[in-house]
């Protein structure tokens, strides 16, 4: 479905929107999911959840130039809610600094530390 087609199917869209949203909550805004990669290009990271019974695994990925990347985050806490589970997954991305060792690039948006409430500070005086 290219972006054009939204116009069309006013559902997808706001589907589409509402997944963007969440992802921007779990990660803590939408601007702490823009990777600027090597090229300097700037995409924006999801994290994609898949749930079993007993676990759930993280999968992050992104676009560039028509090719999705996808790397694997491991085990995400199994936890009440697919939010609560997004935001763990966005500590471990962090936090094992993924992007850095896949030599993706950076993050455009750099955070100090991340509290184990999900809480993003900078590490700077109030």
């Known amino acids: 479905m290219g972006k054009n087609d939204y116009a069309m199917n006013p559902a997808a869209a706001s589907r589409n929107r509402a997944a963007s949203l969440e992802q ?3 990660a803590g805004s939408a601007e702490l999911r823009k990777m ?3 090229s300097g290009d700037v995409v924006t990271v999801s994290l994609a959840l898949s ?17 999705t990347f ?3 985050v491991g085990l995400i ?3 009440p809610s697919r939010l609560e589970m997004l935001s763990d ?5 962090r936090v094992q600094k993924i ?6 690039g950076s993050w455009v948006t750099q955070i100090g530390t991340i509290t184990d409430t999900g809480a993003m ?3 700077q005086a109030d």
């Open 70 to 72: 996808r790397q694997p």
């Open 99 to 104: 992007v850095e060792k896949c030599g993706w």
């Open 77 to 79: 806490k199994k936890l």
């Open 36 to 38: 600027r990669l090597k």
């Open 89 to 93: 997954g966005w500590k471990r991305v």
């Open 24 to 26: 921007d909550e779990a």
């Open 51 to 67: 749930v079993s019974s007993r676990s759930a695994q993280g999968v992050l990925r992104f676009k560039h130039e028509r090719i």
């Open 121 to 123: 500070h900078s590490g």
